[in-house]
Antibody
Framework: QIQLQESGPGLVKPSQTLSLSCTVSGGSVDSGGQRWSWIRQHPGKGLEWIGNIYYSGITYSNPSLRRRLRLSVDASKNLFSLMLNSVTAADTAVYYC??????????????WGQGILVTVSS | IQMTQSPSSLSVSVGDRVTISCRASQDIRSNLGWYQQKPGKTPKLLIYAASTLQSGVPSRFSGSGSGTDFTLTINSLQPEDFATYFCLQNYNYPLTFGPGTKVDIK
């Protein structure tokens, strides 16, 4: 079964770039049929969808983050990545990667990675 | 698309029947999922397409609704069901979650 694992620094300085990767095991990022997404959760708060990427490189993202966000996929390493630039304390959150169905598909977001806490602080 | 949930929290006892509502700001057909999250844990998919139970999820969980109004029902609440529940619309981008309903022990 597919498993996802986030990796990256847990501490990022304000104004710098937050970079995370999600390694997929038990499946292939280029198998089609699904999208690969990022979701975050501010401490003690609800869930915020960041965006997703298809293996072809087509992305959809939250308008609130779009101008700072870059999503990519690397089929040779079987992983996908997130880069969020010009971070502030408001970007402090647990970041999850997940497998997401195509829009309107009769499916849910599953599985999820375990999540990685990223703190923005000097 | 804005998602709202009610109530925001509720205190219940083991064995109770729990009903959580989720409302979308526009018609999302049946493109709604329900997720359970326990403190410090990853969200878990319970129901997709408004009423389809995810494999491995106990049958005491059920979902209903379409259009703008949806319901998650937990029959005979078990100790392991104390958690926060979120709805999520996957009808249009950006995907949006409800704010959550925390179910705790009375």
């Amino acid at each position: 079964q597919i498993q996802l694992q986030e990796s990256g620094p847990g501490l990022v300085k304000p104004s710098q770039t937050l970079s995370l990767s999600c390694t997929v095991s038990g499946g292939s990022v280029d198998s089609g049929g699904q999208r690969w997404s990022w979701i975050r959760q501010h401490p003690g708060k609800g869930l915020e969808w960041i965006g997703n990427i298809y293996y072809s490189g087509i992305t959809y993202s939250n308008p609130s983050l779009r101008r700072r966000l870059r999503l990519s996929v690397d089929a040779s390493k079987n992983l996908f990545s997130l880069m969020l630039n010009s971070v502030t304390a408001a970007d402090t959150a647990v970041y999850y990667c997940a497998r997401e169905p195509h829009l309107g598909a009769a499916a849910g977001i599953d599985p999820w990675g375990q999540g990685i806490l990223v703190t923005v602080s000097s | 698309i804005q998602m709202t949930q009610s109530p925001s929290s509720l205190s219940v006892s083991v064995g109770d029947r729990v009903t959580i509502s989720c409302r979308a700001s526009q018609d999302i057909r049946s493109n709604l999922g329900w997720y359970q999250q326990k403190p410090g844990k990853t969200p878990k998919l319970l129901i997709y397409a408004a009423s389809t139970l995810q494999s491995g999820v106990p049958s005491r969980f059920s979902g209903s609704g379409s259009g703008t109004d949806f319901t998650l029902t937990i029959n005979s609440l078990q100790p392991e069901d104390f958690a926060t529940y979120f709805c999520l619309q996957n009808y249009n981008y950006p995907l949006t979650f409800g704010p959550g309903t925390k179910v705790d022990i009375k």
